[in-house]
């Protein structure tokens, strides 16, 4: 990835990641990355880790803008943080969610929400939520020349009507899953997340359509992971972590520990040292 901007800017891409290669991965088999960023400098981190894609979830609402409720963030709170993930994204794919009530009413709603945001942000695909519901949404969307990428299983816009954070096509439930994930496959969608599925019913959603699975706590067959980067990072350190999510470093630790370091140095006057004085 050509970096030729060290502290701001584009990181400029060398090779685009296109939806047609996540796609070509499924015939292959080869495993793929998503993770969430919501700003340039997690972005640019995670397109340098070498993550083919990245979400500007709604979870947002809850990490970045501190609210109780995915509902709460407005598509304008969703297209400045997209717009900034887009600079920072370099190769990986970038996808942000429709937020809470921007795509329910009608086809026209969807189109001028998803237009809008991809006009104003730069991002390749939304993400909307539902299945067999939402897929004349889908199908809009598609026809109107905008890639979209499902989300069924546990659908956090939908917490208040599926009672809770619950665990989705279990048992008997199985069957709704599966004519959701090829109800959005059919109506066009170029991708799907699965999120809190049990992992044997998502395999076959997976096996069930061409299109690829991106998993969230739906066991290892989906032909992608993602996660909230919020839950790989510890951050906050006191957070609630999903029995999903595994952490691969702890940055709310070090970052509180930074701050008091940081705190105590400047109390005894032996921040700033010699060497950060002009
Ligand atoms: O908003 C989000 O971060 C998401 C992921 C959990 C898939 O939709």
Redesign the pocket.
């Known amino acids: 990835m050509a970096d030729n901007s060290p502290s701001t800017g584009y990181l400029v891409p060398t090779r685009q990641v296109r939806i047609a290669d996540l796609q070509k991965k499924k015939g292959t088999g080869e495993k793929w990355a998503m993770l969430?960023a919501y700003d340039y400098s997690t972005a640019r981190a995670f397109a340098q880790g070498g993550v083919e894609c990245l979400?500007v979830?709604?979870?947002a609402a809850n990490v970045v803008f501190g609210y109780g409720q995915t509902q709460q963030v407005s598509l304008d709170e969703m297209v400045y943080l997209a717009a900034a993930v887009v600079r920072g994204a370099g190769n990986a794919l970038v996808i942000a969610?429709l937020p809470f009530g921007t795509y329910e009413a009608s086809d026209e709603q969807a189109v001028v929400s998803a237009a809008e945001m991809m006009r104003r942000s730069g991002a390749a695909m939304v993400?909307i939520e539902g299945g067999v519901r939402i897929a004349p949404r889908i199908r809009a969307l598609v026809t109107a020349g905008i890639p979209v990428c499902a989300?069924i299983g546990f659908t956090?816009q939908s917490v208040n009507a599926l009672s809770g954070f619950k665990v989705q096509g279990r048992g008997d439930a199985a069957d709704q899953l599966l004519a959701d994930v090829r109800a959005v496959a059919e109506a066009g969608a170029s991708m799907v997340?699965l999120?809190m599925v049990p992992a044997d019913v998502a395999a076959e959603a997976t096996a069930a359509v061409d299109i690829p699975t991106i998993g969230?706590g739906a066991g290892p067959e989906t032909d992608a992971q993602?996660l909230?980067w919020h839950d790989l990072a510890a951050f906050p350190a006191d957070g609630h972590r999903p029995k999903f999510a595994k952490q691969w470093a702890q940055v709310g630790e070090d970052l509180t520990t930074a701050a008091s370091s940081y705190k105590r140095e400047v109390a005894e006057g032996t921040f700033p040292a010699a060497e950060h004085c002009f």
């Open positions: 969430t979400l979830g709604d979870s969610d993400k989300h956090p997340v999120e969230i993602v909230v």
